[in-house]
Protein backbone atom coordinates (compact mmCIF):
# COMPACT_ATOMS: atom_id res chain seq x y z
CA UNK A 1 0.00 0.00 0.00
CA UNK A 2 1.00 3.89 -0.42
CA UNK A 3 2.17 5.50 2.50
CA UNK A 4 -1.06 6.61 4.30
CA UNK A 5 -0.82 9.26 7.22
CA UNK A 6 -2.55 8.21 10.33
CA UNK A 7 -4.33 10.60 12.38
CA UNK A 8 -6.68 11.10 15.99
CA UNK A 9 -10.28 9.81 15.14
CA UNK A 10 -12.64 12.38 16.47
CA UNK A 11 -13.49 9.42 18.56
CA UNK A 12 -10.68 10.05 20.95
CA UNK A 13 -10.58 7.06 23.15
CA UNK A 14 -7.25 5.89 21.36
CA UNK A 15 -9.21 5.76 18.30
CA UNK A 16 -6.98 6.69 15.02
CA UNK A 17 -8.01 7.06 11.46
CA UNK A 18 -6.65 6.68 7.89
CA UNK A 19 -8.00 7.87 5.03
CA UNK A 20 -7.82 5.34 1.96
CA UNK A 21 -7.71 6.58 -2.00
CA UNK A 22 -10.54 4.97 -3.96
CA UNK A 23 -10.71 5.29 -8.03
CA UNK A 24 -12.78 8.42 -9.38
CA UNK A 25 -16.85 7.52 -10.05
CA UNK A 26 -19.29 10.01 -11.57
CA UNK A 27 -19.26 12.13 -8.11
CA UNK A 28 -15.33 12.57 -8.09
CA UNK A 29 -12.65 12.07 -6.29
CA UNK A 30 -13.53 9.01 -3.92
CA UNK A 31 -12.22 7.76 -0.54
CA UNK A 32 -13.14 5.15 2.78
CA UNK A 33 -11.84 5.87 6.10
CA UNK A 34 -10.22 3.11 8.48
CA UNK A 35 -10.75 3.68 12.19
CA UNK A 36 -8.83 1.61 13.88
CA UNK A 37 -7.48 0.69 18.06
CA UNK A 38 -5.41 -1.81 18.88
CA UNK A 39 -5.47 -4.11 22.00
CA UNK A 40 -3.47 -3.96 24.56
CA UNK A 41 -1.48 -7.00 24.03
CA UNK A 42 0.31 -7.46 21.04
CA UNK A 43 -1.31 -10.63 19.07
CA UNK A 44 -2.09 -11.78 15.05
CA UNK A 45 -6.19 -11.23 14.87
CA UNK A 46 -7.84 -8.38 13.86
CA UNK A 47 -11.66 -7.52 13.36
CA UNK A 48 -12.90 -5.41 10.82
CA UNK A 49 -16.64 -3.95 10.96
CA UNK A 50 -18.80 -2.83 7.96
CA UNK A 51 -21.75 -0.48 8.83
CA UNK A 52 -24.71 -0.09 7.33
CA UNK A 53 -26.69 2.44 5.41
CA UNK A 54 -27.49 5.72 6.69
CA UNK A 55 -24.65 4.97 9.24
CA UNK A 56 -20.92 5.06 10.21
CA UNK A 57 -18.59 3.89 12.73
CA UNK A 58 -19.19 4.55 16.42
CA UNK A 59 -20.07 1.84 18.59
CA UNK A 60 -17.25 2.15 21.06
CA UNK A 61 -18.39 -0.49 23.66
CA UNK A 62 -18.52 -3.13 21.01
CA UNK A 63 -14.58 -2.22 19.85
CA UNK A 64 -13.80 -2.30 23.67
CA UNK A 65 -15.00 -5.85 23.97
CA UNK A 66 -13.30 -7.24 20.55
CA UNK A 67 -9.94 -5.66 22.02
CA UNK A 68 -10.53 -6.95 25.62
CA UNK A 69 -10.72 -10.10 23.89
CA UNK A 70 -7.38 -9.75 22.05
CA UNK A 71 -8.47 -8.44 18.80
CA UNK A 72 -7.28 -5.55 16.87
CA UNK A 73 -9.98 -3.70 16.32
CA UNK A 74 -11.38 -1.89 12.84
CA UNK A 75 -14.10 -0.38 11.26
CA UNK A 76 -14.28 0.84 7.75
CA UNK A 77 -17.07 4.92 6.35
CA UNK A 78 -17.09 3.43 3.51
CA UNK A 79 -17.27 5.52 0.04
CA UNK A 80 -20.00 8.94 0.73
CA UNK A 81 -20.48 7.31 4.50
CA UNK A 82 -19.77 9.08 7.91
CA UNK A 83 -16.55 10.17 7.99
CA UNK A 84 -15.73 9.48 4.42
CA UNK A 85 -18.76 11.93 3.26
CA UNK A 86 -18.42 14.83 0.96
CA UNK A 87 -20.54 17.80 0.30
CA UNK A 88 -20.54 16.95 -3.23
CA UNK A 89 -21.17 13.64 -3.47
CA UNK A 90 -24.81 11.53 -3.20
CA UNK A 91 -24.96 10.04 0.39
CA UNK A 92 -24.60 7.00 0.70
CA UNK A 93 -25.18 5.78 -2.90
CA UNK A 94 -23.56 2.80 -4.53
CA UNK A 95 -24.28 1.23 -7.84
CA UNK A 96 -22.59 -2.03 -7.46
CA UNK A 97 -22.39 -3.57 -3.64
CA UNK A 98 -19.54 -5.21 -5.13
CA UNK A 99 -17.90 -2.12 -5.49
CA UNK A 100 -16.98 -1.80 -2.04
CA UNK A 101 -14.61 -4.62 -2.37
CA UNK A 102 -12.07 -1.71 -3.20
CA UNK A 103 -11.80 -0.19 0.41
CA UNK A 104 -12.28 -3.78 1.75
CA UNK A 105 -9.39 -5.14 -0.23
CA UNK A 106 -7.15 -2.13 0.41
CA UNK A 107 -8.45 -2.16 4.40
CA UNK A 108 -7.04 -6.28 4.80
CA UNK A 109 -4.03 -4.97 3.35
CA UNK A 110 -3.70 -2.80 5.40
CA UNK A 111 -4.34 -4.60 8.37
CA UNK A 112 -2.22 -7.33 7.09
CA UNK A 113 0.65 -5.11 7.23
CA UNK A 114 0.30 -4.52 10.64
CA UNK A 115 1.68 -8.07 10.87
CA UNK A 116 -1.87 -9.48 11.50
CA UNK A 117 -2.76 -13.16 10.66
CA UNK A 118 -6.43 -13.94 11.47
CA UNK A 119 -8.93 -11.42 9.87
CA UNK A 120 -12.36 -11.72 10.90
CA UNK A 121 -15.29 -9.41 9.08
CA UNK A 122 -18.57 -7.75 10.57
CA UNK A 123 -20.99 -6.53 8.78
CA UNK A 124 -24.43 -4.97 10.34
CA UNK A 125 -27.72 -4.35 7.65
CA UNK A 126 -26.47 -3.63 4.24
CA UNK A 127 -22.78 -4.38 6.07
CA UNK A 128 -24.34 -7.93 6.33
CA UNK A 129 -25.45 -7.82 2.53
CA UNK A 130 -22.10 -6.56 1.41
CA UNK A 131 -19.93 -8.91 3.43
CA UNK A 132 -20.83 -12.51 2.63
CA UNK A 133 -20.54 -11.97 -0.94
CA UNK A 134 -17.12 -10.58 -0.35
CA UNK A 135 -16.12 -13.32 1.43
CA UNK A 136 -17.72 -15.81 -1.13
CA UNK A 137 -15.62 -14.29 -3.88
CA UNK A 138 -12.37 -13.27 -1.71
CA UNK A 139 -11.82 -16.24 0.50
CA UNK A 140 -9.46 -14.16 2.25
CA UNK A 141 -11.16 -14.29 5.89
CA UNK A 142 -10.84 -16.51 9.11
CA UNK A 143 -14.97 -15.97 10.59
CA UNK A 144 -17.99 -13.91 9.38
CA UNK A 145 -20.18 -12.12 12.00
CA UNK A 146 -23.58 -10.52 10.72
CA UNK A 147 -25.52 -8.78 12.54
CA UNK A 148 -29.07 -8.18 11.43
CA UNK A 149 -28.19 -8.41 7.63
CA UNK A 150 -29.97 -7.11 5.29
CA UNK A 151 -30.88 -10.04 2.78
CA UNK A 152 -34.27 -8.35 1.49
CA UNK A 153 -36.22 -5.87 1.23
CA UNK A 154 -38.98 -5.65 4.25
CA UNK A 155 -41.99 -4.04 1.82
CA UNK A 156 -45.46 -5.18 1.05
CA UNK A 157 -46.06 -8.73 -1.11
CA UNK A 158 -47.05 -5.71 -3.39
CA UNK A 159 -44.12 -3.36 -3.49
CA UNK A 160 -41.88 -6.35 -3.41
CA UNK A 161 -43.81 -7.58 -7.16
CA UNK A 162 -42.78 -4.30 -8.17
CA UNK A 163 -38.64 -4.48 -7.31
CA UNK A 164 -37.57 -5.58 -10.65
CA UNK A 165 -39.39 -2.95 -12.17
CA UNK A 166 -37.60 -0.41 -9.82
CA UNK A 167 -34.88 -1.93 -10.48
CA UNK A 168 -34.75 -1.42 -14.20
CA UNK A 169 -35.89 1.97 -13.42
CA UNK A 170 -32.80 2.48 -11.62
CA UNK A 171 -30.48 1.59 -13.95
CA UNK A 172 -31.95 4.83 -16.18
CA UNK A 173 -32.20 7.19 -13.62
CA UNK A 174 -29.84 6.27 -11.00
CA UNK A 175 -30.56 9.74 -8.80
CA UNK A 176 -34.45 9.07 -8.16
CA UNK A 177 -35.34 9.57 -4.94
CA UNK A 178 -37.38 6.87 -2.74
CA UNK A 179 -39.10 7.01 0.41
CA UNK A 180 -36.36 6.25 3.16
CA UNK A 181 -36.70 4.88 6.84
CA UNK A 182 -39.09 6.60 8.95
CA UNK A 183 -37.45 8.56 12.07
CA UNK A 184 -39.12 6.11 14.71
CA UNK A 185 -35.77 4.41 14.87
CA UNK A 186 -33.12 6.54 14.55
CA UNK A 187 -35.24 8.38 17.74
CA UNK A 188 -35.22 5.63 19.22
CA UNK A 189 -31.40 5.50 20.04
CA UNK A 190 -29.96 9.26 19.86
CA UNK A 191 -29.71 10.34 23.61
CA UNK A 192 -31.50 13.80 22.17
CA UNK A 193 -34.33 12.05 21.20
CA UNK A 194 -35.55 9.08 23.10
CA UNK A 195 -32.09 6.40 23.34
CA UNK A 196 -28.94 6.71 25.26
CA UNK A 197 -26.56 7.17 21.97
CA UNK A 198 -24.58 9.59 20.88
CA UNK A 199 -24.01 9.90 17.01
CA UNK A 200 -23.38 12.52 14.73
CA UNK A 201 -26.77 13.78 12.64
CA UNK A 202 -25.06 15.21 9.39
CA UNK A 203 -23.50 11.63 8.93
CA UNK A 204 -26.62 9.56 10.69
CA UNK A 205 -29.62 11.82 10.53
CA UNK A 206 -32.84 11.32 12.30
CA UNK A 207 -34.59 12.61 8.93
CA UNK A 208 -32.98 10.52 6.92
CA UNK A 209 -31.08 10.50 3.52
CA UNK A 210 -33.22 9.22 0.40
CA UNK A 211 -33.02 5.68 -0.79
CA UNK A 212 -32.14 6.60 -4.45
CA UNK A 213 -33.74 4.30 -7.12
CA UNK A 214 -29.69 2.97 -8.45
CA UNK A 215 -28.71 2.16 -4.76
CA UNK A 216 -32.46 0.53 -4.83
CA UNK A 217 -30.80 -1.91 -8.13
CA UNK A 218 -27.63 -2.47 -6.46
CA UNK A 219 -29.24 -4.08 -3.23
CA UNK A 220 -31.84 -5.95 -5.29
CA UNK A 221 -29.21 -6.93 -7.53
CA UNK A 222 -26.77 -8.34 -4.31
CA UNK A 223 -29.80 -9.75 -2.51
CA UNK A 224 -31.29 -11.99 -5.55
CA UNK A 225 -27.36 -12.90 -5.68
CA UNK A 226 -27.36 -13.98 -2.34
CA UNK A 227 -30.37 -15.80 -2.09
CA UNK A 228 -29.49 -18.23 -4.69
CA UNK A 229 -27.07 -19.23 -1.97
CA UNK A 230 -23.57 -18.95 -1.12
CA UNK A 231 -20.81 -21.75 -0.56
CA UNK A 232 -18.54 -19.17 2.32
CA UNK A 233 -15.24 -21.08 3.30
CA UNK A 234 -15.49 -19.93 6.89
CA UNK A 235 -17.65 -19.98 9.98
CA UNK A 236 -20.34 -17.80 10.54
CA UNK A 237 -22.50 -15.95 12.97
CA UNK A 238 -25.92 -14.38 11.80
CA UNK A 239 -27.29 -12.39 14.67
CA UNK A 240 -31.00 -11.23 14.49
CA UNK A 241 -33.75 -10.12 17.28
CA UNK A 242 -36.68 -11.95 18.18
CA UNK A 243 -39.12 -9.72 16.71
CA UNK A 244 -39.76 -7.39 14.66
CA UNK A 245 -41.66 -4.43 14.36
CA UNK A 246 -43.44 -2.81 10.95
CA UNK A 247 -45.82 -0.20 11.78
CA UNK A 248 -44.86 3.17 10.98
CA UNK A 249 -45.77 5.06 13.89
CA UNK A 250 -43.97 5.68 17.15
CA UNK A 251 -44.45 2.48 19.50
CA UNK A 252 -42.76 1.59 22.45
CA UNK A 253 -41.61 -2.30 20.51
CA UNK A 254 -39.42 -0.55 18.79
CA UNK A 255 -37.23 0.15 22.06
CA UNK A 256 -36.78 -4.21 22.33
CA UNK A 257 -37.31 -5.01 17.95
CA UNK A 258 -35.82 -4.76 14.81
CA UNK A 259 -38.28 -1.80 13.48
CA UNK A 260 -36.27 -1.64 10.19
CA UNK A 261 -36.01 -5.60 8.39
CA UNK A 262 -38.20 -8.59 8.73
CA UNK A 263 -35.84 -11.02 11.00
CA UNK A 264 -38.02 -14.17 9.08
CA UNK A 265 -35.76 -13.00 6.15
CA UNK A 266 -32.30 -13.58 8.35
CA UNK A 267 -34.26 -17.21 9.31
CA UNK A 268 -35.07 -17.74 5.67
CA UNK A 269 -31.44 -17.28 3.50
CA UNK A 270 -28.75 -17.27 6.44
CA UNK A 271 -28.92 -21.25 6.14
CA UNK A 272 -27.92 -20.86 2.56
CA UNK A 273 -24.64 -19.23 3.24
CA UNK A 274 -22.37 -21.85 3.55
CA UNK A 275 -21.72 -25.18 5.76
CA UNK A 276 -20.75 -24.04 8.65
CA UNK A 277 -23.55 -21.27 9.71
CA UNK A 278 -24.64 -20.60 13.67
CA UNK A 279 -27.60 -18.42 13.65
CA UNK A 280 -28.76 -17.08 16.94
CA UNK A 281 -31.50 -14.91 18.01
CA UNK A 282 -31.01 -11.94 20.52
CA UNK A 283 -34.48 -11.47 22.69
CA UNK A 284 -35.55 -7.66 22.22
CA UNK A 285 -32.86 -6.42 19.97
CA UNK A 286 -33.16 -3.80 17.99
CA UNK A 287 -32.13 -3.08 14.56
CA UNK A 288 -28.71 -2.60 15.21
CA UNK A 289 -28.24 -5.55 17.88
CA UNK A 290 -25.24 -3.79 19.58
CA UNK A 291 -27.22 -0.70 20.32
CA UNK A 292 -29.92 -2.91 21.95
CA UNK A 293 -31.05 -2.36 26.02
CA UNK A 294 -27.92 -3.40 28.30
CA UNK A 295 -29.50 -6.71 28.71
CA UNK A 296 -30.06 -7.66 24.82
CA UNK A 297 -26.46 -6.18 24.08
CA UNK A 298 -25.33 -8.18 26.70
CA UNK A 299 -26.41 -10.70 25.51
CA UNK A 300 -25.29 -10.47 21.92
CA UNK A 301 -21.72 -10.17 22.98
CA UNK A 302 -21.98 -12.97 25.08
CA UNK A 303 -22.74 -15.32 21.86
CA UNK A 304 -20.27 -13.69 19.83
CA UNK A 305 -17.95 -14.42 22.56
CA UNK A 306 -19.16 -17.86 22.89
CA UNK A 307 -18.90 -18.43 19.16
CA UNK A 308 -15.66 -16.98 18.82
CA UNK A 309 -14.33 -19.43 21.34
CA UNK A 310 -16.16 -22.77 19.71
CA UNK A 311 -14.50 -21.56 16.74
CA UNK A 312 -11.34 -21.11 18.18
CA UNK A 313 -11.23 -17.88 16.84
Not at 45 to 63: C, N, P, R, S, W
Not at 114 to 139: C, D, F, N, W
Not at 297 to 312: A, G, M, S, V, Y
Request: proline share 4%; charged share 25%.
Amino acid sequence: MENLSITEDHLGQGFKDIVIPLADDFDGPQEATLIFRKASKPNKKAILYVHGFIDYFFQTEMADLYNDWGFDFYAVDLRKYGRSLKEYQHPNFISDIHDYFEELDKSIAIIKESGVKEILLMGHSTGGLTTPLYAQYRKNIDGLILNSPFFDFNVSAGLKTLLPLIAAVGKITPFAKMDSLSENYPKSLHKNYLGEWDFNEEWKPIKNFPAYMGWTRAIYKAQKELQKGLNIQCPVLVLHSDKSYIGKNWNELIRTSDAVLNIDHMKKYAPGLGNNIKIVEIKDGVHDLTLSVKESRDNTFKQIKQWLDEEHL
